[in-house]
């Protein structure tokens, strides 16, 4: 994967809390190890908490805020999971904002866990094929995707995986997509 991201700044879009750590600290270390320049977005500056599942692990310094990043900033986004990380994230209208730009601008995105509900409220899933975790696949075949139970699924620029057990998948196409 070396070199495949030189030049990319890859934004990591969470809430302030609830983030599966693991969803964010994989992608992370597979978009530096390819040459890519990770930044961690919230909605409020400072450090944001991530779990272990339910237990409190690590925090994790914030680089900016949705109300000052722009779009144009950054040439891929990644959605880390956690329960409540996307419940959270997709009741911020300046994440959701944040989130659609990188369709409108037919950016690539990648999405694991529960982080396609924030997708859902953006309103870019209709007509998709993607994954998530199972709990999921209601809301988003309601909102017009087409849900698949793989271990990866890359939909045009949209790459999703279902748990933290599909990092290794995960994390190769994300970065196959971003480069």
Known sequence: MSGE???KSIAFAVAGEGIEQVELTEPWKAVEEAGGTPRL????SGRVQAFNHLDRADTFGVDA????ASVADYDALVLPGGVANPDALRLDDDAVSFIRGFFTAEKPVAAICHAPWTLIEAGVVSGR????WPSLRTDLTNAG???VDEEVVHDGGLVTSRNPGDLPAFCST???AFA
Do not use: P, R, Y
């Open 5 to 7: 991201l030189v030049g």
């Open 41 to 44: 977005l919230s909605s409020e």
């Open 65 to 68: 805020t949705f109300d000052d």
């Open 129 to 132: 094929t993607l994954t998530s």
């Open 145 to 147: 995707a087409h849900w």
């Open 174 to 176: 994300l970065v196959k």
